[in-house]
């Protein structure tokens, strides 16, 4: 017997590969892979700062919330046309 909510790990690995399919063709490879990449990183700093998960708590400083806004100003870049 296994814990209903278990299977949701497999839902959202469902939901993101699929996701990633669809759009890679769209916005291409780089795009979508820097898209990732900075959601993580923003989702990781809020886990810090609020402690979600059990984690140690490490509030947002200026030094954080500036690389925040570095890489959302990267992916912008990166997507911009010339």
């Known amino acids: 017997e296994i814990p209903w909510y278990l299977y949701t790990g497999g839902l959202l ?3 993101y590969v699929t996701t990633v399919l669809v759009l890679i063709p769209r916005a291409g490879v780089a795009n979508v892979i820097l898209a990732i990449f900075v959601g993580q990183m923003i989702i990781s700093i809020c886990a810090d700062h609020f402690g979600w ?3 140690p ?3 947002l400083n200026i030094t954080r919330a500036s690389g925040c806004i570095l890489l959302l100003g990267g992916l912008y870049l990166i997507q911009a046309k010339a």
Request: hydrophobic share 45%; charged share 10%; aromatic share 12%.
């Open 57 to 59: 708590l490490r509030t």
């Open 13 to 15: 690995g469902l939901i």
């Open 53 to 55: 998960f059990n984690t």
